[in-house]
């Protein structure tokens, strides 16, 4: 099966997915995103949760393009990160997303799109989405790059 209109296909996987859904913690940090996000990988991960990284540090890993200004990541579990220089924050007003997915699928991918970046990252549709949604200035753009990375060279 060959897809005949790949960015079709694309924006109809951007609109049928419901996201994967589950609980949110906001966590606010005074480090860059990416910082903030390899501390809460090295913390989370010696708890035991499996992080991974999606939204605009991941995009940024995939195809970068634009400094992240938010940083999100998915665990198997909550976990506290107050010992690593986070506080509690609204969702709104976070500098970090830590979510426990109801989609269990996120980490069936993982080893696939991980193997040459530093940090585990999600499927890049996963991503994607995650941008789509996330409202941040550029993410639209940035969501492009990634796009551009799925879709492939126009035929």
Not at 7 to 30: I, S
Not at 49 to 60: K, Q, R, T, W
Not at 80 to 105: H, M, S
């Given at each position: 099966?060959i897809?005949?209109?790949?960015r079709?296909?694309l924006?109809?996987w951007?609109?049928?997915y419901?996201g994967?859904?589950?609980p949110e913690?906001?966590?606010?940090?005074?480090?860059?995103?990416?910082?903030?996000v390899?501390?809460a990988v090295?913390?989370s991960s010696?708890?035991?949760?499996?992080?991974i990284?999606?939204?605009?540090?991941?995009?940024?890993?995939?195809?970068p393009?634009?400094?992240?200004?938010?940083?999100r990541?998915?665990?198997?579990?909550?976990?506290?990160?107050?010992?690593?220089g986070?506080?509690?924050a609204?969702?709104?007003?976070?500098?970090?997303i830590?979510?426990?997915?109801r989609?269990?699928?996120?980490?069936?991918?993982?080893?696939?799109?991980?193997?040459?970046?530093?940090?585990?990252?999600v499927?890049p549709?996963?991503?994607l989405?995650?941008?789509?949604?996330?409202?941040?200035a550029?993410?639209?753009?940035?969501?492009?790059?990634v796009?551009?990375?799925?879709?492939g060279?126009a035929r």
């Amino acid at each position: 099966m060959i897809a005949s209109n790949r960015r079709a296909l694309l924006e109809h996987w951007l609109t049928d997915y419901p996201g994967p859904g589950g609980p949110e913690f906001g966590w606010y940090g005074l480090d860059p995103a990416t910082d903030q996000v390899r501390a809460a990988v090295r913390e989370s991960s010696a708890m035991g949760a499996d992080p991974i990284v999606s939204g605009e540090v991941a995009a940024d890993l995939i195809a970068p393009w634009k400094l992240p200004a938010r940083g999100r990541i998915y665990l198997r579990e909550p976990v506290d990160l107050a010992d690593q220089g986070f506080a509690p924050a609204p969702l709104v007003e976070a500098t970090l997303i830590a979510c426990v997915p109801r989609d269990p699928t996120l980490w069936n991918l993982v080893d696939l799109h991980s193997e040459s970046r530093s940090l585990p990252t999600v499927d890049p549709l996963i991503v994607l989405w995650d941008l789509h949604r996330s409202g941040d200035a550029d993410s639209r753009a940035a969501a492009e790059k990634v796009a551009e990375l799925v879709i492939g060279p126009a035929r």
